[in-house]
């Protein structure tokens, strides 16, 4: 006879793997995937069944840090003399790729490396979730999951595509792959195998990495010479209400000028988002251009964008 609590762990231990087999998501999706991709049912149902829930997935996504931090504290976790210093190396080592790079989509080394650095610090963390897992958890489970869903189908089809193993392929907890972090969508479309053996290898070949996020960022719309921000004081407080509005460039710079802005001396007429940074010591502003914009391309956060240029300009003294 099997006692209660030998029953109570044996279901804790088939729980934790083959979490979607019942699940009433996971025949919608695969037939979708047969109806719109022609994808084998059985396959992806043979993957599907093999997905675990992670419940520290749901837990993460819930507060990311872009939406819990002030700048002050955010600035302190991507700006250390050590992921400095590494960045610097990177773009000493990889110096001929980064030529190349440079040349062929005119995004400036420093921000594609500033880039890798913040996602990843040069590599060093690109995510120990499965990918399967991370984005099972997310298209089914997740509140907010219409992303996902997507995400997950993306999935498929660039491992299909790629000859990759589903099973295998790890990531961070919302499904980013790799040095730049490319969510399946990304990688369909912006991956680049830049040293051309075949594979668009974004986990460990540097040089496919750093041509991918340049490669993202001249599609995103990157201005090459164009600056991309500029510290800012306000003669009135008045523009303080227009500031953090949107991650849209809402005026021009006659605009800002009109709303209290004390615009830089000799900058050309162009569109600008002002943004308001919290200090330890008080509030900073920026007025922002259509790089930095672009740089928000690729995190849809104020304080992303900032903590990429910052180091970006870091990585140049
Ligand atoms: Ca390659």
Known sequence: MVSASVLVLFGSLFSSSGDYVDHP????????MVEEHQYDATALKNVLSQAERKESILKAIARPAEKTKAWHEYRDIFI???RIKEGKAFLQEYKETFDIVEAKYGVPREIIAAIIGVETFYGRNTGSYRVIDALATLAFDYPKRSLFYRELKN???????????????????????GLGQFI?????????????????????????????????????????????????????TDADHFANESLKLNGNLQVWKERGVNVPKGQQE??????????????????????????TRYNHSRLYARAVYELSQALTK
């Open 80 to 82: 250390q003399p050590k």
């Open 184 to 236: 399946p969508s990304s990688y369909i479309s912006y991956a680049v195998d830049f040293d051309g053996d075949g594979f668009k290898d974004l986990w460990h070949n540097r040089k496919d990495a750093i041509a991918s996020v340049a490669y993202y960022f001249k599609r995103h719309g990157w201005k090459k010479g164009e600056s991309v921000a500029d510290r800012v004081t306000l003669y009135n």
């Open 270 to 295: 162009r569109d600008a988002a002002l943004f308001r940074y919290e200090n330890e010591d008080g509030m900073e502003y920026w007025l922002a251009y259509k790089n930095y914009y672009v740089i």
């Open 155 to 177: 999935y498929f089809l660039m491992v299909r595509s790629n000859n990759l193993d589903p099973l295998e392929i790890k990531g961070s907890y919302a499904g980013a792959m």
């Open 25 to 32: 998501k996971m025949q919608p999706f695969i037939d979708e």
